[in-house]
């Protein structure tokens, strides 16, 4: 896992360890401490710490505290870089037709695969880079049967 990915399958309805409701006590101590929660504020939250059950429960606890939510809660996912390149490649495919479309329709399926498995966001740029690809080849597609029944 790297900082700006989320691990495959992680979600806030996994279940917390008494570990992480001790961190996300921390948490709130320190944000009592720095005046940003008041003493009712502070109780209410340790309260609702100890019983929380997942991780969601946690996060939503302690998200608006500058420790942010509590370990393992990853940040929010990026945009996935493939299917920025896919999109680029799609706009340069109506340039230079049968390689740009190409490499947008085989970088937008990768993209797509790469965006299922670690959440990032991203698919509506693929989408579109395997749509302007797609339709770019079929207009060559047909062009060249133009080309070869009715021009010929």
Known sequence: MTADRPEPG???GMRA??????????????GFA???LTKK???ERAGAAQAART????????????AGPAPGVPPPAGTNETAV????????????????ALMAVILG??????????????AGFAVAAMTVGYGTLAAIGVL????????T
């Open 41 to 43: 504020e502070y109780t």
């Open 109 to 122: 399926h990768v993209a797509r695969g790469d965006i299922r498995r670690t959440g990032e966001r991203g």
């Open 85 to 100: 390149k896919a999109l680029q490649w799609g706009l340069l495919g109506l340039a230079i037709p049968p390689f740009g």
């Open 144 to 151: 060249i049967l133009l080309a070869v029944t009715v021009w």
């Open 10 to 12: 992680f979600h806030l």
């Open 17 to 30: 360890a008494s570990a992480d409701r001790e961190r996300a006590i921390d948490v709130l101590r320190a």
């Open 55 to 66: 991780y969601g429960e946690l996060a939503e606890l302690t998200m608006d505290l500058p």
């Open 34 to 36: 720095e005046g940003r």
